[in-house]
């Protein structure tokens, strides 16, 4: 069955101006994460979302970071006034509700942001 | 505060021989453990898990991993390489009751022909 998508693959956007950041998660899973990686780094948690709320969102580093996911679904993290500092790879992963056992991450490819 | 450490920044071993890559983790509580692969432009992807139960997990491509509280590792092992494991190993810990992972900075395996 298809995987987690994300849209764009790439982004290029000047310093200061915002952006929108698309995941579609596997169908039937409820569980959905945000991760950012920089170069020669592991991810880095942003937020999760159990449903349409966000269960956790400690890792958003400022308040220029806003994910949402209205319908439990499709999920779009945003980036207000972007600063070279943003410039990295968002992952988006996906799993089925974190009860017992539940806990594979399945991970789409990934945006690439570049801030110049 | 959870932290994991992947102490080799990359590990080279020749295909037929076993290797491992090391893990260990710092964390309240008993951990969930994971090891993730990241292969050149593809995602990532999970291998293993240990959640509660016997200490030796097995995984995807043959590979198992021995969850040690004593020690706090988590070691990635696999008994004969294959050129085509050569890639990007990750290992995450979670603490129950939370649902924040804590990734490693990765090792890069390379198998050499």
């Known amino acids: 069955g298809a995987g987690v998508s994300q849209t764009p693959s790439n982004k290029v956007t000047e310093k200061g101006k915002y952006v929108e950041l698309r995941c579609d998660p596997i169908?039937?899973?409820?569980?959905l994460y945000w991760y950012r990686q920089s170069l020669g780094q592991g991810p880095e948690f942003l937020i999760y979302?159990?449903?349409?709320?966000?269960?956790?969102d400690s890792g958003l580093p400022n308040d220029r970071f806003f994910a949402v996911r209205p319908e439990g679904s499709v999920s779009t993290l945003k980036i207000q006034r972007t600063e070279r500092g943003d410039s990295a790879v968002y992952l988006c992963?996906?799993?089925?509700?974190?009860?017992?056992?539940?806990?594979?991450?399945?991970f789409g490819p990934g945006t690439r942001l570049t801030v110049t | 505060a959870q932290s994991v450490a992947q102490p080799e920044d990359q590990v080279n071993v020749a295909e037929g021989n076993p290797l491992t890559v090391k893990c260990t983790y710092s964390?309240?509580?008993?951990?969930?453990l994971f090891w993730y692969v990241q292969y050149p432009n593809r995602g990532l992807q999970f291998l293993l898990k240990?959640?509660?139960?016997?200490?030796l997990v097995k995984g995807s491509y043959g590979f198992e991993a021995e969850f040690n509280k004593s020690q706090t590792s988590f070691h990635l092992k696999k008994p004969s390489a294959l050129v085509s494991d050569s890639a990007l190993y990750f290992c995450?810990?979670?603490?129950?009751?939370?649902?924040?992972?804590?990734f490693g900075t990765g090792t890069r395996l390379k198998v050499l022909a």
């Open positions: 979302f159990q449903g349409t709320g966000a269960a956790d």
């Open positions: 995450a810990v979670r603490s129950p009751g939370t649902y924040k992972y804590i």
């Open positions: 964390v309240s509580g008993n951990p969930y």
């Open positions: 240990y959640i509660t139960g016997d200490n």
């Open positions: 169908s039937g899973h409820t569980a």
């Open positions: 992963a996906s799993s089925l509700k974190a009860v017992a056992g539940d806990y594979e991450q399945y």
